[in-house]
């Protein structure tokens, strides 16, 4: 399954490059940019060095704090502390998807360089938005379902599922009640696998669009700003979804393939955006079309799984429908989170 990741992530990454050298690839630009002291190409270039470094070091240790951090026992996914944790991380995609992907591809599709009709005429951005959070669902059901039937006597890790069958075998009169236990546990590490890979791709689609808009500016007062903020931002997204990889309880080598693509797909944009700087004009008609559709879709995506496979899962779930005081906890963490990405708005 690692190698089968591995390959469909790097056909991804590779259709993401040609379509946006095919694109993004022009020279027809709307408004030209004013020469003021903040654009130098030539001081922009160690800022996008760093800003490659520091992103790709802080999205590594986010993602895979959950992962090596699971043996001490207060971080473990069964303690509260984990749930804390994971809300506040979940806070997070949802400023992600609301404060900042969003709003940027209502900018983008509503520019005064895009034609009266049809882009001022129809709002694209929240259609595209909906569209994507319906295909999600779509997808998400969709999986789950195919999942499950081909992964029936997979789905339990192989130390587990060995002593689980062996207290099922010798406790014959218990039978019944260790099955069905064994098909809820099945059923919900299924989920968890599934949220995991769906969530990955929606972080994927955006990393790569905010380092593609960083790696080809170049202006060295807002790249400054945008290395703190995104730092920021993929340091705790990375938290989210090394949390959600730990709850999927996969084998060491998928865990390791899906926190590397995620590490890597900002520096890889920004990488992208760099060598395209000659020809990508962010203000030029392609560029708003083909950035601000993809920024709609991702949001959608992002703000379904921050709501629906994360918080609702959660806070609908046992654990802290048990709890009064943990939901309350839980709460300010993911108010915590949102205030944090929201307040990040303000200079990325």
């Given amino acids: 399954m690692a190698s089968k990741l591995l390959k469909i992530t790097s056909i991804f990454f590779l259709l993401i490059s040609m379509f946006t050298v095919q694109v993004l690839s022009v020279v027809e630009e709307c408004g030209a940019v004013e020469n003021d002291s903040c654009n130098d190409k030539k001081k922009a270039l160690p800022l996008k060095i760093i800003a490659i470094v520091s992103i790709l070091i802080t999205s590594m240790i986010g993602v895979s704090l959950p992962l090596i951090t699971r043996s001490i026992p207060a971080l473990s996914p069964e ?27 209502f900018d983008m599709l509503s520019s005064s360089c895009l034609k009266e009709n049809p882009w001022h005429k129809f709002p694209f951005t929240g259609f595209v938005a909906m569209l994507s959070a319906l295909v999600t669902l779509i997808v998400d059901s969709m999986a789950t379902s195919i999942y499950s039937k ?26 019944h009640h260790f099955g069905s236990k064994l ?66 309880n996969y084998k060491f080598m998928k865990k390791a393939v899906m926190a590397f693509f995620f590490s890597v797909t900002t520096p890889f944009g920004i990488a992208l955006g760099m060598a395209l700087s000659t020809t990508y004009k962010e203000n030029s008609p392609r560029a708003l079309i083909t950035v601000g559709l993809l920024n709609a879709s991702s949001a959608g995506l992002l703000v379904y799984m921050a709501l ?41």
């Fill in 79 to 105: 303690r509260s502390l984990f749930v804390i944790v994971k809300c506040f991380a979940a806070g997070i995609i949802l400023g992600t998807g609301f404060m900042h992907v969003l709003p940027d591809s």
């Fill in 150 to 175: 081909k992964n029936k006597n997979e789905v339990l890790p192989e130390s587990q599922g060995d002593q689980e069958m062996a207290v099922v075998n010798t406790a014959h009169s218990h039978g």
């Fill in 183 to 248: 098909d809820v546990e099945g059923s919900q590490l299924l989920r968890y696998r599934v949220i995991a890979m769906v969530l990955e791709l929606g972080i994927i689609v955006h990393s790569v669009v905010i380092g593609l808009s960083l790696g080809a500016s170049n202006n060295t007062c807002s790249i400054k700003g945008l290395i703190a903020a995104l730092c920021f931002h993929q340091m705790f997204e990375g938290m989210g979804l090394g949390g959600c990889i730990l709850q999927a």
């Fill in 308 to 348: 629906v496979d994360l918080l609702a899962a959660d806070f609908m779930g046992p654990k802290l429908q048990g709890s009064i005081k943990l939901q309350i906890k839980s709460y300010i963490a993911v108010l915590l989170g949102a205030g944090g990405m929201s307040l990040m708005a303000k200079w990325a």
